[in-house]
Protein backbone atom coordinates (compact mmCIF):
# COMPACT_ATOMS: atom_id res chain seq x y z
CA UNK A 1 0.00 0.00 0.00
CA UNK A 2 1.43 3.23 -1.11
CA UNK A 3 1.22 6.66 0.88
CA UNK A 4 -2.26 7.71 -1.49
CA UNK A 5 -3.23 4.45 -0.73
CA UNK A 6 -2.82 5.17 3.02
CA UNK A 7 -3.80 8.29 3.05
CA UNK A 8 -7.11 7.87 1.73
CA UNK A 9 -7.95 4.47 3.90
CA UNK A 10 -7.47 6.79 6.86
CA UNK A 11 -9.67 9.56 5.23
CA UNK A 12 -12.42 7.02 4.75
CA UNK A 13 -11.89 5.45 8.18
CA UNK A 14 -11.74 9.00 9.69
CA UNK A 15 -14.71 9.62 7.77
CA UNK A 16 -16.57 6.69 8.88
CA UNK A 17 -16.05 7.32 12.76
CA UNK A 18 -17.22 10.80 12.80
CA UNK A 19 -20.28 9.71 11.64
CA UNK A 20 -21.33 7.07 14.55
CA UNK A 21 -22.86 7.74 17.70
CA UNK A 22 -21.13 9.57 20.32
CA UNK A 23 -19.37 6.98 23.04
CA UNK A 24 -21.71 5.81 25.77
CA UNK A 25 -19.13 3.21 27.48
CA UNK A 26 -15.58 3.10 27.21
CA UNK A 27 -15.41 -0.20 25.61
CA UNK A 28 -17.60 0.32 23.01
CA UNK A 29 -15.12 0.07 19.96
CA UNK A 30 -18.17 1.07 17.01
CA UNK A 31 -19.09 4.19 18.63
CA UNK A 32 -16.72 7.86 17.75
CA UNK A 33 -13.94 8.68 20.31
CA UNK A 34 -16.36 11.80 21.14
CA UNK A 35 -17.91 11.57 24.71
CA UNK A 36 -21.70 12.24 25.08
CA UNK A 37 -21.06 14.53 27.77
CA UNK A 38 -18.02 16.63 29.19
CA UNK A 39 -15.82 14.84 31.87
CA UNK A 40 -15.72 16.65 35.47
CA UNK A 41 -12.99 19.33 35.07
CA UNK A 42 -12.91 21.05 38.51
CA UNK A 43 -13.71 18.69 41.87
CA UNK A 44 -13.85 20.17 45.01
CA UNK A 45 -12.04 17.97 47.70
CA UNK A 46 -13.75 17.76 51.46
CA UNK A 47 -12.44 20.49 53.18
CA UNK A 48 -11.54 21.06 56.63
CA UNK A 49 -12.90 24.27 57.40
CA UNK A 50 -10.22 26.76 59.00
CA UNK A 51 -10.82 27.89 62.98
CA UNK A 52 -9.85 31.33 61.74
CA UNK A 53 -11.21 34.14 59.12
CA UNK A 54 -7.19 34.44 58.23
CA UNK A 55 -7.41 31.30 56.91
CA UNK A 56 -10.46 31.20 55.34
CA UNK A 57 -9.20 33.71 53.77
CA UNK A 58 -6.22 31.83 52.32
CA UNK A 59 -7.95 28.41 51.42
CA UNK A 60 -10.95 30.85 49.71
CA UNK A 61 -8.09 32.55 47.47
CA UNK A 62 -6.13 28.90 46.55
CA UNK A 63 -9.51 27.72 45.43
CA UNK A 64 -10.18 30.40 43.47
CA UNK A 65 -6.07 30.33 41.92
CA UNK A 66 -6.72 26.60 40.93
CA UNK A 67 -10.34 27.89 39.00
CA UNK A 68 -8.62 30.98 37.53
CA UNK A 69 -5.28 28.34 36.40
CA UNK A 70 -7.96 25.63 34.42
CA UNK A 71 -9.99 28.52 32.75
CA UNK A 72 -6.99 30.29 31.55
CA UNK A 73 -6.08 26.78 30.07
CA UNK A 74 -9.64 26.48 28.62
CA UNK A 75 -9.31 29.62 26.84
CA UNK A 76 -6.10 28.66 25.79
CA UNK A 77 -7.34 25.53 24.22
CA UNK A 78 -10.76 27.54 22.59
CA UNK A 79 -8.29 30.21 21.04
CA UNK A 80 -6.28 27.26 19.52
CA UNK A 81 -9.55 25.87 17.95
CA UNK A 82 -10.56 29.31 17.02
CA UNK A 83 -7.28 30.14 15.19
CA UNK A 84 -7.12 26.17 13.50
CA UNK A 85 -10.62 27.46 12.31
CA UNK A 86 -9.26 30.31 10.80
CA UNK A 87 -6.92 28.86 9.13
CA UNK A 88 -8.88 25.98 7.59
CA UNK A 89 -10.98 28.45 5.79
CA UNK A 90 -8.10 30.42 4.87
CA UNK A 91 -6.70 27.53 3.24
CA UNK A 92 -10.29 25.70 1.78
CA UNK A 93 -10.38 29.45 -0.23
CA UNK A 94 -7.30 29.38 -1.36
CA UNK A 95 -7.89 25.86 -2.91
CA UNK A 96 -11.35 27.03 -4.17
CA UNK A 97 -9.00 29.47 -5.69
CA UNK A 98 -6.71 27.16 -7.47
CA UNK A 99 -9.15 25.09 -8.98
CA UNK A 100 -9.25 22.10 -6.23
CA UNK A 101 -12.51 21.31 -4.76
CA UNK A 102 -13.09 19.69 -1.53
CA UNK A 103 -16.08 18.49 0.30
CA UNK A 104 -17.02 19.89 3.85
Excluded: F
Excluded at 3 to 18: G, H, I, N, Q, W
Excluded at 30 to 53: C, F, G, M, R
Amino acid sequence: MNTAEKKAAASVDALERSQQAPRRTSSASTQNELTASAPALYQVTKINVPASLGEVGKLIHSECTKIQQSQTIILSLWQQQQEAKTEIARLRGALEVAGIGIPD
